[in-house]
């Protein structure tokens, strides 16, 4: 499972994995300040607060030159771009800071269970068939059969989109640039469920001229990969093998991070 479809949302599951073990966490807290000291509420909720602060800062740190260019991109969380390890120091720095010592096992039971539980939902499903790039053909803006198999022999960033979608329209520029940058790597942008003259239209009205741009109107591609959402965007290695999926709108910073696990 990718994502969790709530009406017209796709939530990443991913997302849903960390709520639940911060839940976990907050809620063993709040079970202590009833039982124990009340001081376990608000430790629990500033620890929280700080991690994810933390986490977020520790991944803009990291791709500093590329938050340089836009710099209010920094705030822009909904796009993802969190470091765990910089959370979990943070987040845990704090906890073990302000804790009183004699509450120190009654804090390790918090911490513990919120463990557990990330331990199970992380380590779950591990299993399964490999996923590989799908053999469809497909069709060029101009009309001319593509076969999705004739992209291997390079990496392959399959964005799946529609010009209805404003997440979608937000990353597309910045996909297509980052595509021309980067020739190592094939990109081809893959409109569901759209005809020619839309997308055409799209296109040149934002100046874009994506090399590889796909059509795909009965959304046979969304079918075949289980698309639960857009944009979702896949990333293929040289072989076929899918490497990496992203449910939602990429930042740059999270493109590049994923080019360089392609590589």
Same mark, same amino acid.
């Given at each position: 499972m990718d994502a969790v479809q709530v009406g017209p949302l796709a939530i990443p599951w991913?997302?849903?994995?960390?709520?639940?073990?911060?839940l976990v966490l907050v809620g063993t807290a709040e079970f202590l300040a009833r039982k124990v000291d009340r001081r376990f509420s608000p430790w629990a909720y500033n620890a929280v607060f700080l991690g994810l602060v933390g986490a977020r800062l520790g991944f803009v740190l990291e791709n500093l030159s590329t938050f340089a260019k836009e710099p209010l991109s920094m705030l822009y969380v909904w796009q993802g771009g969190f470091d765990p390890v910089w959370g979990i120091l943070v987040g845990g720095g704090y906890a073990l800071m302000v804790v009183p010592k004699h509450l120190w096992r009654y804090a390790l039971v918090a911490v513990a269970l919120a463990g557990l539980t +990330?331990?199970?939902?992380?380590t779950r499903g591990g299993g399964g068939q490999e996923a590989r790039?799908?053999?469809?053909?497909?069709?060029?803006?101009?009309?001319?059969?593509?076969?999705?198999?004739?992209f291997r022999g390079k990496p392959l960033v399959l964005n799946t989109w529609a010009t209805w979608c404003p997440?979608?329209?937000?990353?597309?520029?910045?996909?297509?640039?980052?595509?021309?940058?980067?020739?190592?790597?094939?990109?081809?942008?893959?409109?569901?469920?759209?005809?020619?003259a839309a997308v055409r239209a799209f296109l040149e009205a934002q100046g874009l001229a994506p090399e590889w741009?796909?059509?795909?109107?009965?959304?046979?591609?969304?079918? +075949?990969?289980g698309v639960q959402g857009l944009p979702t965007t896949f990333f293929f290695d040289s072989e076929g093998r899918l490497v990496a999926r992203h449910l939602g709108e990429l930042s740059e910073a999270l493109l590049l991070g994923y080019l360089r696990a392609l590589r």
């Open positions: 991913t997302r849903i994995q960390v709520a639940l073990v911060l +990330a331990g199970v939902l992380f790039l799908p053999k469809l053909e497909l069709s060029s803006l101009g009309g001319t059969p593509v076969n999705l198999q004739d997440p979608c329209r937000r990353e597309l520029p910045m996909m297509v640039r980052l595509s021309q940058e980067h020739k190592e790597v094939r990109f081809a942008f893959v409109s569901q469920g759209e005809g020619p741009v796909l059509l795909d109107p009965e959304t046979q591609l969304s079918q +075949a990969l």
